[in-house]
C-alpha cells in the first residue's frame, strides 16, 4: 500500500478516515456493523470537518474577514477544532465552555492559543440552564461587530463538511442500509444522512440521545454526563424527513460498551460513541445478515482519561 502524498496544510489532512469491521462485538447472524474511526482527524474527533467547513462557508461570503474574531460555546471538541483552524487562518478565537466537560478538552482549546471562558455548570453535568448561560454570554460577545459567532447549532455550512462522512462510506463500504448517530447539534446525523440518501434512498436513519435527557422523545431535557449531546432543546439541523427515528440509548450502557470497544475491538473511544455502537448492535440485529448498519467512532479515547470513563 501507498502512502499518501504530503500535504501543505494540516488542514488538508482533514478527513478520509479509515473504516473498520466489528468482528468480536457483532454477534452471529446479525448485520455487518461498520465504524468510521474520526479520531484519526487532526485534532481527535469529526468535529474538525464542521469547524473547517463553517470557517471556510464564512470565509467565502465575507461575514469573515482578517482581523475579526471568532466565538462558540462548546463543549470542548468543537472548540478543540476551531481552535486548530482559527490558529492555521490567522483568526482570533474566544470560546465559551464549562467545568462539565473533559479537562482534557479545555486544555487543547488553550494548546492551540484560544482565549477560553469557562461557564459554571450545575454539579459538573450538562443541563439545559447551562446552554441557556451559554447563549446569554455569547448575545454579550456578538454586540462587537468584529465578531463571527460561527453559532454550530444552526450554521448550514455544518452539514456540507459532515456530509463528507457519508461520501466517504459510499466509497468505502457501497450501499448503507442503517446509520445511527448520537444527537448534539445534529450536524453530522443530517449531514450524513443526505449524502448517503443521495446514492440509496434506502438507509435507515437513526437519531440517538441519552436516556437521562430524552428531549426529543419526550420533550423533556435533563442532567447527563455524555459531552457533546443532548443540550435540551430540539436541534435545529434535525428536520422532518432528515431522520427515521429517534431512539434512546443507556448512558450506563454506553460507558460499558465504550471499554468493551477498546478492550476488545481496539476502538478507542468516548461515551457517545460507546452509546453509537449500543445502537448500532441492535439494529444490527434487526436488520440481519446481507446488511450493512454504519456509525461513527466521534473522537479519540485520549480526551476522556482523566475522567471516570476508563477508570
Known sequence: MSSPAPVDSVLHAIGRTPL?????LAPAGSAEVVVKLEYFNPTGSYKDRMALAMIEGAERRGTLRPGMRVVEYTGGSTGSSLAMVCAMKGYDFHPLSSDAFSAEKLD???AFGADLELIASDGGKVTPALFDRFKAR???LTADPNTFWTDQFNNADALDGYANIGHELAEQVGRVDGFVGMVGTAGMLVGVAKALNA???STRIVALEPSTSPFLTTGKGGAHRVEGTAAGFWPPHLTKGSYDEVRVINEDAGRAMARRAAREEGVFAGTSTGMNLVAALDLARELGPGKVVATVA???GLKYLAG????
Do not use: A, Y
Open 20 to 24: 473498520v469491521r466489528l468482528k468480536r
Open 308 to 311: 471516570d470513563l476508563f477508570k
Open 108 to 110: 487543547t482549546m488553550r
Open 138 to 140: 455569547i448575545k454579550e
Open 199 to 201: 446514492t440509496s434512498r
Open 298 to 300: 466521534c473522537d479519540t
